[in-house]
């Protein structure tokens, strides 16, 4: 089966400003929304856990967004000066990579055939003087539904695969590739992480796995003669980013369409010349709080993005 072209399409965002560049590539930029209120008055469990879902999404460096599903609870502790607040909450899974712009209540949250996930959290916040923050946020996450849940509801659903499952990978290193020879863009582009991974069985063509995956924009020019896999990506407030969607059919190792949106940059800001693009460290995955928040997290499930905790240890 011949591989399909490159495509990168837009998706229609409300109350957005848009811009259109290079083609078909929608670009939104978002205002910022104003911070909710926190008192230690009666009833304030739903402004505290608007301020606790807001933090979490805020210190979460990857996967995808969260949403707000249910205050399970909530405990006011008065101290002098205001009061401690203990929520517990439970969080849905958005279809927005951590990379998109979009505030996190306005993502959509994944259907249950497109296999998301869920979160159980426990929010500590800090009320003094009238002005609240968070102090503690601890999350078990987890696919919702399980596979095994799953193969009851719905057996011919998509099977959440591990993030580093060895067909992904491979599927993901044709999809850089693919990418980066077929865009315009004027910097080559490497893989920020996996983010979700699926597979399904179709009749006509057998098993199928299905990828989600965000790309980074590196210092390497596309005229450059070396390959783009040693480029050192941009610091993430001044590169652009794409979050692309593609199918990999496992028995014809063959790639689909690329299916890709556009984030633009926080930072436009131009470099006098001659200057060198700041340095910011390794990505996420391969940083020291990547593997603070693996040795914390107890039991992880491999097909999802967990929320790490905060503070870290």
């Known amino acids: 089966?011949?591989?399909?072209?490159?495509?990168?399409?837009?998706?229609?965002?409300?109350?957005?400003?848009?811009?259109?560049?290079?083609?078909?590539?929608?670009?939104?930029?978002?205002?910022?929304?104003?911070?909710?209120?926190?008192?230690?008055?009666?009833?304030?469990?739903?402004?505290?856990?608007?301020?606790?879902?807001?933090?979490?999404?805020?210190?979460?460096?990857?996967?995808?967004?969260?949403?707000?599903?249910?205050?399970?609870?909530?405990?006011?502790?008065?101290?002098?000066?205001?009061?401690?607040?203990?929520?517990?909450?439970?969080?849905?899974?958005?279809?927005?990579?951590?990379?998109?712009?979009?505030?996190?209540?306005?993502?959509?949250?994944?259907?249950?055939?497109?296999?998301?996930?869920?979160?159980?959290?426990?929010?500590?916040?800090?009320?003094?003087?009238?002005?609240?923050?968070?102090?503690?946020?601890?999350?078990?996450?987890r696919p919702d539904p399980s596979n095994e849940e799953m193969s009851w509801i719905c057996p011919s659903c998509p099977g959440l695969l591990p993030l580093d499952d060895p067909t992904g990978a491979v599927a993901a290193q044709e999809a850089v590739i693919k990418f980066n020879r077929e865009s315009k863009r004027r910097h080559y582009f490497t893989l920020l992480e996996m983010a979700h991974l699926t597979i399904e069985y179709i009749p006509s063509s057998g098993t199928m796995t299905l990828l989600k995956l965000a790309l980074v924009e590196t210092t390497c020019p596309r005229e450059a003669t070396h390959t783009f896999a040693p480029c050192t990506p941009l610091c993430p407030d001044r590169a652009n980013h794409f979050f692309c969607s593609t199918s990999y059919y496992n028995l014809q190792e063959v790639l689909g369409e690329l299916v890709c949106e556009l984030y633009l940059p926080k930072n436009s800001t131009r470099l006098p010349a001659g200057e060198p693009e700041p340095s910011c460290g390794p990505l996420f995955h391969r940083s020291p709080e990547a593997s603070a928040c693996k040795a914390q997290l107890s039991d992880p499930d491999p097909s999802v993005h967990h929320i790490c905790p905060f503070p870290l240890k």
């Open 1 to 141: 089966m011949a591989a399909r072209p490159f495509a990168v399409v837009p998706r229609c965002v409300a109350a957005l400003a848009v811009v259109v560049v290079a083609a078909a590539v929608v670009v939104v930029v978002l205002a910022p929304v104003p911070p909710w209120p926190v008192t230690c008055a009666d009833g304030g469990a739903a402004e505290a856990a608007i301020l606790g879902v807001r933090h979490i999404n805020e210190h979460h460096k990857h996967g995808f967004k969260f949403r707000l599903q249910e205050i399970v609870s909530s405990d006011y502790r008065q101290v002098p000066g205001g009061c401690d607040v203990v929520l517990s909450v439970k969080l849905v899974q958005t279809d927005c990579h951590v990379t998109n712009p979009k505030a996190h209540d306005r993502c959509d949250v994944f259907r249950q055939d497109e296999r998301g996930a869920g979160a159980t959290c426990t929010v500590e916040l800090s009320v003094t003087s009238g002005v609240a923050a968070v102090t503690r946020h601890q999350c078990a996450t």
